[in-house]
């Protein structure tokens, strides 16, 4: 346990602290949430059953009509009465699908909220133009719409501070409290301090030949762009780099992130304060310049929730103010917008 999270425990009341980090609000037909699911292959436990939700299941169409959009190319796809049903971008493995409303709630660190009927999930291969005329997609647009397994966001939630642990098969601790990492590190250097293989304990080849070995003190740490690495990478499958180098997959740095690995600009880093949010949806990876010495380069990374209870701009992320994965404000608000020290370093987004 880190001086900050400690400190951070001793702001808030034992009544507070035990309030669920994540509640999901639904409808009408009783369903369970459950933390830890490993699509990746990595391993799956038996999973944990966090708490009953009630939820209206959502209805699979018989027909959907697609509409083109540009800037960026995508393909929205809608029902007949013209609801969107889901997004697909050209580039992108990330689709946003519509199903049950969810609330977050992180109340140790914020009152915000963020409440969305949308699920992050990803595709097979980047979405091209036509891709749904092709056998593969309407058995997986009908499987994902009615899956209530972890997506995207609910799998961000897994690291919060006091979320259960999980094991696999193989007795690898891979979801559950993550801390920031070596404590000397700061979240203009997180890059640097604990990967995923670091917080699951783990020696990691990678495809591309580069072999990792956690460093001392560093098991049950993620850093902010090793906490995008894990929850997209080694929970949801999305392809890995060793180091930081153009391919496709994510890279080790969240500078690299950027300027390297795979995926779609959605805002472009200019140099400055990027102050442009309506192209943005839940799932893409946003990008900062914390530094404070001039040198114009990205720097931290974090992941898009989406329009908080507040009607502002929020995100997650892993940093060492916070000792881990927040969407809180202990440490800065996590905000993409207002007058805060992320909202100013904010500079770019991608879709992956």
């Not at 609000?25 to 009630?54: C, R």
């Not at 946003?96 to 963020?114: D, I, K, Q």
Request: hydrophobic letters at 35%; aromatic letters at 10%; one cysteine or more.
């Amino acid at each position: 346990m880190s001086l900050a999270r400690i400190e951070l425990r001793k702001q808030w009341s034992r009544a507070t602290r035990v309030t669920a980090l994540l509640v999901v609000i639904g409808l009408s037909v009783t369903a369970t949430l459950h933390f830890g699911h490993n699509p990746s292959g990595a391993g799956t436990s038996a999973s944990i059953n966090a708490f009953e939700i009630h939820d209206a299941a959502v209805p699979v169409a018989s027909e959907y009509r697609y509409e083109r959009l540009a800037r960026p190319a995508r393909t929205v796809v809608r029902d007949k009465a013209g609801a969107v049903v889901a997004t697909f971008t050209d580039g992108a493995r990330t689709v946003v699908l519509t199903g049950h409303s969810r609330t977050f709630r992180e109340p140790r660190t914020t009152r915000a909220t963020v409440t969305s009927n949308a699920w992050v999930r990803l595709i097979p291969h980047e979405w091209r133009e036509g891709e749904e005329a092709t056998a593969w997609f309407r058995p997986w647009l009908d499987s994902a719409l009615s899956d209530r397994s972890p997506d995207v966001l609910g799998v961000t939630m897994e690291y919060l501070d006091g979320a259960p642990s999980g094991t696999n098969e193989k007795n690898v601790r891979f979801r559950g409290d993550a801390s920031s990492g070596p404590s000397e590190a700061d979240d203009r250097t997180a890059s640097a301090a604990a990967d995923f293989y670091e917080y699951l304990g783990l020696r990691w080849t990678f495809p591309d030949g580069v072999h990792r070995k956690p460093a001392e003190g560093t098991y049950g740490a993620v850093d902010c762009s090793g906490f995008l690495r894990l929850v997209y990478g080694y929970r949801l499958g999305y392809p890995l780099l060793g180091s930081n180098t153009r391919g496709t997959g994510l890279p080790r740095s969240a500078h690299a992130m950027y300027e390297l690995g795979s995926g779609v600009p959605i805002i472009p880093d200019g140099g400055g304060r990027a102050q442009v949010y309506n192209l943005l949806q839940p799932g893409d990876l946003v990008f900062f310049d914390l530094d404070q010495d001039g040198g114009r380069q990205i720097d931290f990374a974090g992941i898009y929730l989406g329009m908080d209870s507040g009607h502002h701009h929020r995100f997650i992320s892993s940093r060492s103010a916070a000792d881990g994965p927040t969407f809180g404000d202990f440490g800065g608000a996590s905000l993409l917008d207002g007058g805060g020290r992320f909202s100013k370093g904010f500079r770019a987004a991608k879709r992956i």
